[in-house]
């Protein structure tokens, strides 16, 4: 890393000076004008592709110089068809109901005072991610339909692609009500750019951490600014001894090795001992032929001389490739028991024709999805029908699973009355907050 590149100290501030200031107006336009704007980014989308697509390859042709993975290239990877359904993505976030102004909850007390919770926007939001482009665009669709302006810091691997996003965003914004100044790519190519932005408590809202581990742990321990958890996928299929298991080897290989490189692949395998001796035989050589490599406890070694014994390192491990961990467990309870020393809390998944089992399942894993007889594969907002999505958030605070346009909003409560007045101010009458002297306990 060559710090002598870094940014200097007022150049992020000042991009997050001016989100903060166009957020106000943000707040304050219609949602006509923020749809207009989307339906102008599709367009230009749309005519932009080439561009898109050269920068695209530019990144790849620098990525493939410097050695990175086949996961990055799948990730970094862009096309015609892509950027298409980009296009087509951002026209159906126009098309959503607006949350804004929502009544979340709302009451007239017996006084006559009347008690409202609405969403409104967060503000601005800073978004850090690696090398999947398509990220620039969902962010910066949802902001702008749930009224936020963004800053955009994607990873250098993929600079020339998100570069060229966010100009096509912002010159189409130069035609609208909606100020460019929404859509920022946050400045620098080094780390230190990115500590400034976390340092940035009271001009950015939230930050929101999207892709590997090393990534989502270095902002929530270094962020001052509130940071919500999103994406690591140490996700389970856990195989009852009540499964289907033509449904379990189905939804086995979708999960796996349909596009591991993304979080919500499965990563680990868990199989009831008494189910182990129809199902596994079947399960490894169906993975084989696929070319994913089994990682496994010593029972699920005996099965096949091709598993690699899984080490202690190997149950933690999200692994993004045609890899997966495996087992043999002797219940449900041992199975939660894994999940719970080695989830992530992205997505659990059970395979069981058991009601009961089912219902036990769910509620025993602590995670913020769980699919039963179901991929994992299915944990995206689209997919769940709730649009496209920031990211998978793993936390419990704010807001937790799949990110739409909900997430992106917080709550202010309204009080309307007709000259309502407190009473007497006695302890009875309660509330408000009260700052208490030092006792000096």
């Not at 096309?79 to 126009?94: F, K, N, P, T, Y």
């Not at 919770?117 to 800073?126: D, E, F, K, L, S």
């Not at 491990?317 to 999940?339: G, K």
């Amino acid at each position: 890393m060559n710090m002598c590149t870094s940014l200097s100290s007022g150049t992020v501030r000042e991009a997050a000076i001016a989100a903060q200031s166009v957020s106000a107006r943000l707040a304050r336009a219609t949602g006509a004008d923020r749809d207009a704007a989307l339906e102008a980014i599709a367009d230009a989308l749309a005519a932009g592709t080439q561009d898109i697509l050269d920068a695209n390859l530019r990144d790849l042709d620098a990525a493939r110089t410097a050695g990175v993975s086949d996961a990055v290239l799948d990730r970094l990877r862009m096309d015609a068809g892509q950027i298409a359904g980009l296009a087509a993505m951002v026209r159906e976030v126009a098309a959503m109901p607006s949350p804004l102004g929502e009544t979340v909850s709302g009451s007239v007390l017996p006084s006559g005072l009347e008690v409202r919770q609405t969403r409104v926007p967060i503000g601005v939001i800073g978004m850090i991610y690696e090398g999947r482009p398509n990220v620039t665009v969902d962010a910066g669709a949802l902001c702008l339909k749930s009224g936020n302006a963004v800053l955009l810091r994607g990873s250098s691997v993929a600079r020339e692609t998100n570069a060229a996003l966010i100009e096509v965003m912002r010159g189409a914004l130069t035609g609208t009500s909606i100020p460019v100044d929404a859509v920022q790519m946050v400045p620098g190519t080094t780390h230190a750019s990115v500590q400034e932005l976390m340092s940035l408590r009271g001009l950015v809202d939230i930050i929101v951490p999207r892709g590997g581990r090393r990534l989502i742990e270095a902002a929530v321990r270094g962020s001052l600014v509130p940071v919500i958890e999103t994406g690591v996928g140490n996700c389970h299929i856990y195989v009852d001894r009540e499964a289907d298991i033509e449904v379990a080897l189905r939804v086995l290989l979708n999960a796996k090795a349909q596009r591991p490189s993304v979080c919500n692949a499965a990563e680990s395998l868990l199989v009831h001992a008494d189910i182990a001796d129809a199902f596994l035989p079947l399960a490894l050589d169906a993975l084989k032929a696929r070319k994913v490599t089994v990682h496994g406890d010593a029972r699920v070694c005996a099965y096949d001389s091709s598993v690699v014994p899984a080490t202690d390192e190997d149950w933690g491990t999200e692994y993004l490739s045609l890899d997966i961990s495996a087992a043999v467990v002797d219940s449900m309870e041992a199975a939660v028991n894994h999940i719970r020393l080695h989830g992530t809390g992205h997505t659990e998944a059970i395979m069981t024709d058991s009601q009961s089992t089912a219902r036990a399942f769910v509620a025993a894993v602590d995670t913020a999805v769980v699919a039963v007889n179901a991929s994992t594969r299915l944990v995206d907002g689209a997919e769940m029908g709730l649009g496209t999505e920031l990211g998978i958030s793993t936390q419990k605070l704010h807001v937790r699973g799949p990110m739409g346009l909900a997430a992106m909003t917080t709550t202010k409560y309204i009080l309307t009355g007709d000259g309502h007045i407190r009473g007497d101010g006695s302890p009875a009458a309660g509330g408000g907050c009260e700052v208490l002297e030092d006792s000096g306990a």
